[in-house]
């Protein structure tokens, strides 16, 4: 069984940072595609981050620059690291892994989501 663990979230301060993990079980991952999507209240999920089996990294406009994303195949964990903070990331991040592009369509598995809640 396919299991896809989040950590890392909670409440922050704007400026901070913050990393996320996704432990993967059930299966190797490692020519997986892993990748973050993030949902505000009210609001469609949305693509965050995408890293392909071999470390090459797609970061979505709207947060390039801030948010980083790396995997360790050893671990089948995938992480992303939010810097400099804002009230808008407020948002349930969710790790998804897929044997296709996370921009196409919709991921193999998906996690539960991790809350991230930015105070100003």
């Known amino acids: 069984q396919v299991q896809l663990v989040e950590s890392g979230g909670g409440l922050v301060q704007a400026g901070d940072s913050l990393r996320l993990s996704c432990a993967a079980s059930g299966r190797t991952f490692s020519t997986y595609i892993m990748g973050w999507f993030r949902q505000e209240p009210g609001k469609e999920r949305e693509f965050v981050a995408q890293?392909?089996?071999?470390?090459?990294?797609y970061v979505a406009d709207s947060v390039k620059g801030r948010f980083t994303i790396s995997r360790d195949n050893t671990k089948n964990t995938v992480y992303l690291r939010i810097d400099s903070l804002k009230p808008e990331d407020t948002a349930v991040y969710c790790c998804?892994?897929?044997?296709?592009?996370?921009?196409?369509?919709?991921?193999?598995?998906w996690g539960q989501g991790t809350q991230v809640t930015v105070s100003s």
């Open positions: 998804a892994v897929s044997s296709k592009s996370l921009t196409i369509g919709p991921p193999d598995y």
């Open positions: 890293i392909f089996w071999g470390g090459v990294t």
